[in-house]
């Protein structure tokens, strides 16, 4: 799809809208309803633009947003990984586009289309969950038995909309490709695991915990240069 955008707009940056491109691509598609895969595509994309556009995953979830919370930084919106989001109303904004759009996949019946939305969905998700927990850890006053309750609402709920992300990821990947290709894509799903696992450390000593985090990929040890002076393998045990 941004493919053949990129071509057609390279080509003519004056012809169709974006929703007539994406009406005509859902056609060559051979999707059901055309006219409702623009729908989706017009109502996602701004989504998604605010999410990729605002850097995340890449290249925030590289430890920026983990280390937001392991500092207990205050979040600035409008900034940084909330660059497109300048308030937390846009937040909630764009969960509820994002909504809408999730049930113009679900008719649409396409798995690529479902699995993408499911990724911007739930990086949205993330998103709003880190303004939250970064927002309550960052005052100056311990918080209450109240807000470590609500801390650990927030952190499953983190841990949830990065499960969907990493799901989607894989659902898009078989349907799309077929077969488990690893590279970026693996690469990316280890990212979320680590924002993830790296949120879920901080928070330790305000008495939270993850359920989820023994299923987290986390880094347990490094290799070093050193290592293979004298041999091309080794093997470390932790």
């Known amino acids: ?75 600035v919106l409008g900034k940084g990984l909330f660059r497109y989001f300048p308030t937390r109303e846009h937040l909630q904004q764009d969960a509820a586009i994002a909504a809408q759009a ?8 396409d798995p690529a289309i479902s699995a993408e939305t499911q990724v911007i969905a739930g990086y949205v998700a993330m998103l709003g969950w880190l303004h939250d927990i ?52 693996s690469d990316t799903q280890e990212v979320n695991d680590q924002t993830l696992a790296g949120v879920s450390e901080a928070l330790k000593p305000f008495g939270v915990r993850n359920p989820l985090a023994p299923y987290l990929t986390r880094e347990i040890g490094q290799y070093q240069t050193p290592d293979f002076e004298e041999t091309q393998s080794t093997q470390k045990v932790l």
């Open 1 to 75: 799809f941004n493919l053949t955008a990129a071509a057609e707009w390279g080509w003519n940056a004056h012809g169709r809208d974006e929703r007539e491109f994406a009406a005509a691509w859902a056609v060559q598609r051979g999707l059901k309803d055309p006219e409702q895969a623009a729908d989706w595509a017009v109502l996602l994309g701004k989504v998604g633009w605010d999410v990729y556009g605002s850097g995340v995953p890449y290249p925030h979830f590289f430890g920026t947003a983990a280390n937001m919370i392991k500092q207990r930084s205050a979040p």
């Open 102 to 109: 999730t049930a113009l996949a679900d008719q649409l019946g």
């Open 134 to 185: 970064a927002a309550l850890i960052s005052r100056k006053t311990p918080p209450s038995d109240a807000e470590r309750a609500a801390l650990n609402d927030h952190l499953l709920a983190l841990a949830q909309a990065e499960w969907d992300v990493n799901e989607g990821l894989r659902a898009w990947e078989k349907a799309s490709l077929g077969t488990p290709v690893g590279g970026r894509l």
